[in-house]
């Protein structure tokens, strides 16, 4: 048997197993999630002029939100016993038409209902319509997720490839970060010059285009790779699939699902690190989103600007892919982590001090509190890529879609609680609670995580024996 030299495993473990295919992946992933993350930013905007309160902005995330909740762990499990190809297109065919069922509702809307109180609006047909479809939208989406970034990326890059997969996630990290900002900023500019209507409508367009190319793409993929998607995951099991399928189950299907990932995640030795991901989730005011937009709309900020913040806070989040590289390796990856989020929680407490010294309105104290926040997403960012690492470091390749899907399931769940706050509290002159409960959610992260590096366990040092910050205190 030959072996390879130190720079032959080098150059083996850079080179991607199928680079066509991944090509052909960053196509599709960029297009489909451009169309997603405009119309993320299109739907609360819309609702944000169709009526001067919080109220339906938060109705419609948290329903979203609590659909992740309990849709995430058997998402996961269905993606992995259905071929991919297949459900993935299933996939794009509900999200692609439950987007366009939202785009006429809010037209719809626009064009027909007056200005009644917020509670009448949130109990009319359409807007229950909405909140459905939002629903939908999200698990829909969510399933393609996962299956790009967990699935479909480790097969064409190559499941013994490490950095030729790390260089793939970094990619697909900053597609990601390119289409919020590219989103969020072409809607605003539609909106500062033409009619909402208008806007949904070009909107509405996009999604249509954006299926058949998706369905292009996607086979591309799979016959440029070799068919390597048509591997399969599992043995396969037709009672399992008919079973994961049948409607009459699909709740206690969901709570098992939820309880199995549950336990498991629970023991995990990184669990303080994904815990910190969790409370970073409670941050739903001082971060780019649907609370945000509608708060400065409300407060009669230009949709142009609007757009303008929500693409810097895009920007930034990119340009945190290349710092936490650096900053790892300058002080390691656990010190990098405890950086990025003290830095957050720094920045977002300047920002809170801002809001409530005075109104925003003005231009001084509205471009500090948005600079605040668009700079804080420099250490979420970091956070958030180098929290990953620790987490994939920590978790069992055997375990690692089960634990991540467990991992956003109770980050929704995070981000329920805070919208749930949203509703109760649904007036704008109340943004200031959310406000301070979102910067207490950040600080507290942060401790926890540095309270998990100051008392670390023996499997924990196991874990990361190469890290700076326990070689240091080994000497």
């Given at each position: 048997?030959?072996?390879?030299?130190?720079?032959?495993?080098?150059a083996?473990?850079?080179?991607?197993?199928?680079?066509?295919?991944?090509?052909?992946?960053?196509?599709?992933?960029?297009?489909?999630?451009?169309?997603e993350?405009?119309?993320?930013?299109?739907?609360?905007?819309?609702?944000?002029?169709?009526?001067?309160?919080?109220?339906?902005?938060?109705?419609?995330?948290?329903?979203?939100?609590?659909?992740?909740?309990?849709?995430?762990?058997?998402?996961?499990?269905?993606?992995?016993?259905?071929?991919?190809?297949?459900?993935?297109?299933?996939?794009l065919?509900?999200?692609?038409?439950?987007?366009?069922?939202?785009?006429?509702?809010?037209?719809?809307?626009?064009?027909?209902?007056?200005?009644a109180?917020?509670?009448?609006?949130?109990?009319?047909?359409?807007?229950?319509?909405?909140?459905?479809?939002?629903?939908?939208?999200?698990?829909?989406?969510?399933?393609?997720?996962?299956?790009?970034?967990?699935?479909?990326?480790?097969?064409?890059?190559?499941?013994?490839?490490?950095?030729?997969?790390?260089?793939?996630?970094?990619?697909?990290?900053?597609?990601?970060?390119?289409?919020?900002?590219?989103?969020?900023?072409?809607?605003?500019?539609?909106?500062?010059?033409?009619?909402?209507?208008t806007?949904?409508?070009?909107?509405?367009?996009?999604?249509?285009?954006?299926?058949?190319?998706?369905?292009?793409?996607?086979?591309?993929?799979?016959?440029?790779?070799?068919?390597?998607?048509?591997?399969?995951?599992?043995?396969?099991?037709?009672?399992?699939?008919?079973?994961?399928?049948?409607?009459?189950?699909?709740?206690?299907?969901?709570?098992?699902?939820?309880?199995?990932?549950?336990?498991?995640?629970?023991?995990?030795?990184?669990?303080?690190?994904?815990?910190?991901?969790?409370?970073?989730?409670?941050?739903?005011?001082?971060?780019?989103?649907?609370i945000?937009?509608?708060?400065?709309?409300?407060?009669?900020?230009?949709?142009?600007?609007?757009?303008?913040?929500?693409?810097?806070?895009?920007?930034?989040?990119l340009?945190?892919?290349?710092?936490?590289?650096?900053?790892?390796?300058?002080?390691?990856?656990?010190?990098?982590?405890?950086?990025?989020?003290?830095f957050?929680?720094?920045?977002?407490?300047?920002?809170?001090?801002?809001?409530?010294?005075?109104?925003?309105?003005?231009?001084?104290?509205?471009?500090?509190?948005?600079?605040?926040?668009?700079?804080s997403?420099?250490?979420?960012?970091?956070?958030?890529?180098?929290?990953?690492?620790?987490?994939?470091?920590?978790?069992?390749a055997?375990?690692?879609?089960?634990?991540?899907?467990?991992?956003?399931?109770?980050?929704?769940?995070?981000?329920?609680?805070?919208?749930?706050?949203?509703?109760?509290?649904?007036?704008?002159?109340?943004?200031?609670?959310?406000?301070?409960l979102?910067?207490?959610?950040?600080?507290?992260?942060?401790?926890?995580?540095?309270?998990?590096?100051?008392?670390?366990?023996?499997?924990?040092?196991?874990?990361?024996?190469?890290?700076?910050?326990?070689?240091?205190?080994?000497?």
């Amino acid at each position: 048997m030959q072996v390879l030299s130190e720079g032959e495993q080098h150059a083996l473990a850079s080179t991607p197993a199928h680079p066509a295919g991944l090509y052909a992946l960053y196509a599709s992933y960029l297009f489909g999630n451009l169309v997603e993350q405009l119309w993320n930013f299109a739907w609360p905007a819309a609702l944000a002029i169709l009526h001067p309160s919080l109220l339906p902005v938060a109705i419609v995330g948290f329903f979203t939100k609590f659909s992740v909740f309990i849709g995430a762990p058997i998402v996961g499990k269905i993606m992995d016993h259905f071929p991919r190809i297949p459900i993935s297109l299933l996939n794009l065919m509900w999200q692609v038409s439950t987007q366009l069922i939202s785009a006429g509702l809010v037209i719809y809307a626009l064009g027909n209902v007056n200005h009644a109180s917020s509670t009448a609006m949130v109990l009319r047909p359409w807007f229950i319509a909405l909140v459905a479809a939002g629903a939908i939208e999200r698990l829909a989406g969510l399933a393609l997720g996962v299956a790009m970034e967990r699935d479909w990326v480790v097969l064409l890059a190559g499941t013994n490839r490490p950095v030729a997969l790390a260089q793939a996630n970094a990619v697909l990290n900053r597609l990601d970060l390119l289409c919020e900002t590219l989103g969020a900023s072409v809607f605003g500019f539609l909106l500062s010059k033409y009619h909402p209507v208008t806007c949904l409508k070009i909107a509405s367009g996009l999604m249509i285009c954006s299926f058949p190319i998706l369905i292009i793409l996607g086979q591309l993929i799979n016959s440029v790779s070799c068919h390597a998607l048509d591997s399969s995951r599992t043995t396969s099991d037709e009672s399992i699939c008919t079973e994961l399928l049948d409607v009459r189950k699909i709740v206690q299907n969901s709570l098992n699902a939820i309880r199995h990932g549950w336990n498991e995640y629970k023991q995990q030795t990184v669990l303080p690190a994904s815990a910190a991901t969790v409370f970073l989730n409670f941050n739903v005011a001082l971060a780019p989103g649907a609370i945000m937009t509608a708060l400065l709309m409300h407060r009669g900020i230009s949709p142009s600007i609007v757009g303008a913040f929500s693409g810097l806070c895009s920007i930034m989040g990119l340009v945190a892919t290349f710092i936490s590289s650096s900053l790892v390796k300058r002080v390691g990856i656990l010190k990098a982590g405890a950086a990025g989020l003290i830095f957050q929680a720094s920045l977002l407490s300047v920002a809170l001090a801002v809001y409530w010294a005075g109104p925003i309105s003005q231009q001084t104290p509205l471009l500090i509190f948005l600079a605040s926040i668009a700079l804080s997403r420099l250490g979420h960012m970091s956070y958030d890529v180098v929290g990953t690492q620790i987490i994939q470091t920590g978790v069992p390749a055997s375990k690692a879609n089960l634990i991540g899907g467990m991992e956003v399931s109770i980050a929704s769940l995070a981000e329920l609680v805070m919208l749930a706050m949203a509703i109760i509290a649904n007036d704008v002159s109340h943004f200031g609670f959310l406000a301070i409960l979102s910067v207490s959610s950040v600080a507290g992260a942060a401790w926890m995580f540095c309270q998990w590096l100051s008392n670390p366990t023996e499997k924990q040092r196991e874990l990361f024996m190469f890290d700076p910050l326990y070689q240091v205190q080994a000497m």
